[in-house]
């Protein structure tokens, strides 16, 4: 069945570029290093980090809106700040040396804002980590051409809509649909192309910005690689990584 091929691509996809954005965050820790997870959660992330380098509690910091899952985070001894990132980021500027959110810019009102902040908060060297999707994918642009409302693109404002056939989604099917409360998980509002993303963070200053791509659809996943390395402009998920 093609919507569970696809659904099999997504969560290989997912998988491997939350792996490489894992790597690029451990890479930059050491003993004096400090880090910001943006869109924290309850600090899920720590554990996956603090299994790949050796990394105290006391060097992590994050920030998140939900007030349960900051409770929960503090619960288990993480230093997490209840915040709106379409505000700011409520910290002293050049503290963290890595910053980084992973599956958060979409889901952000101003999310050129956020990089900026990223960039102020960050100390000389620090590097920007983020994990997003592509709205400039062969996928997505195949089913627009066929009246589709693609998944990776700003969702419609109507779990109704969500629920019917109009949505071609790959994601798991447990997400429930929350379009219509207040503060909407899963709703994506801004999604960056590959190369106006690249260009964005040029241009608020970063010295070096690199990207990855994983997920080509509809290629089959034992060429990807391959794929991705050739397009990277058109793969579903985007990995940057831009030193300051």
């Known amino acids: 069945m093609l919507s569970q091929y696809f659904k099999s691509l997504y969560k290989h996809t997912m998988s491997r570029a939350y792996n490489a954005a894992y790597e690029h965050i451990t890479s930059s820790v050491d003993p004096d290093s400090a880090i910001l997870d943006c869109g924290a959660n309850n600090g899920w992330t720590f554990d996956h980090i603090s299994k790949k380098c050796e990394i105290e509690r006391s060097q992590y910091r994050g920030i998140e809106w939900n007030a349960r899952c900051v ?105 429930k649909p929350d379009t219509e409360s207040d503060t909407p998980v899963h709703r994506h509002i801004v999604v960056f192309s590959f190369r106006v993303l690249r260009q964005y963070l040029n241009m608020v200053g970063f010295s070096s910005v690199t990207g990855h791509g994983f997920g080509l659809y509809p290629f089959p996943k034992g060429v990807q690689p391959l794929m991705e390395r050739l397009d990277p402009y058109h793969c579903h998920q985007m990995v940057f990584v831009a030193r300051k």
């Open 71 to 175: 409770e929960e985070g503090r619960n288990r001894g993480l230093d997490i700040t209840q915040g709106d990132l379409n505000i700011g980021i409520p910290f002293e500027s050049e503290v963290y040396s890595c910053v980084y959110a992973l599956s958060v810019l979409e889901h952000l009102l101003n999310p050129c804002r956020f990089i900026k902040e990223c960039h102020r908060v960050l100390r000389p060297g620090g590097q920007l980590v983020l994990l997003t999707p592509n709205i400039s994918t062969y996928f997505t642009a195949v089913l627009i051409l066929f009246g589709k409302m693609p998944s990776s693109g700003p969702h419609p404002d109507s779990d109704q809509l969500l629920n019917s056939e109009e949505v071609f989604k790959v994601s798991s099917d447990n997400r």
